[in-house]
Nanobody
Framework: QVQLIESGGGLVQAGGSLRLSCAASGRTFSRNTMGWFRQAPGKEREFVAAIIWGTWGDSTYYGDSVKGRFTISRDNGENTVALQMNSLKPEDTAVYYC??????????????????WGQGTQVTVSS
C-alpha cells in the first residue's frame, strides 16, 4: 500500500523559509514524476512544483507564482521529495500536498494526472 506523508509545515513570518518533506512508502518512485500542489480556502488546487525523471537526470518545473523562490528535490535513496520554500509571502498560505504520478504525463501541472496523494501539511505565512 502506497503512503505519502508530508511534514515540515508551520507558521512563519513573511520573508522566512520552510522546508517541506514527503516520505513515500510501499514502493519506490525514483522514476516517477513527483509534485507539490497547494490549496488555499475557497481556491482551486494549484500546481507548485514537479520533478520528472529523465535519462540524463531529473528535470524540475515550477508554477509562475513560486519560480525563483521554491526548489523541489528528491532523495531516491530515502524515497523522499522535498520542497524548499524561501522568501515566503502571505499568499503562499495554503495546505501543501505531495503527489506521485504512476505513469509519465506531459501534463505534470495538472493535479488530476497524479495517482497518489499525501494528507497535506498546513503552511501559514504571516505578514
Amino acid at each position: 500500500q502506497v503512503q505519502l506523508i508530508e511534514s515540515g509545515g508551520g507558521l512563519v513570518q513573511a520573508g522566512g523559509s520552510l522546508r517541506l518533506s514527503c516520505a513515500a512508502s510501499g514502493r519506490t518512485f525514483s522514476r516517477n514524476t513527483m509534485g507539490w500542489f497547494r490549496q488555499a480556502p475557497g481556491k482551486e488546487r494549484e500546481f507548485v512544483a514537479a520533478i520528472i525523471w529523465g535519462t540524463w537526470g531529473d528535470s524540475t518545473y515550477y508554477g509562475d507564482s513560486v519560480k525563483g523562490r521554491f526548489t523541489i528535490s528528491r532523495d531516491n535513496g530515502e524515497n523522499t521529495v522535498a520542497l524548499q520554500m524561501n522568501s515566503l509571502k502571505p499568499e503562499d498560505t495554503a495546505v501543501y500536498y505531495c503527489a506521485v504520478d504512476r505513469e509519465y504525463s506531459a501534463r505534470y501541472y495538472g493535479w488530476r494526472e497524479y495517482d497518489y496523494w499525501g494528507q497535506g501539511t498546513q503552511v501559514t505565512v504571516s505578514s
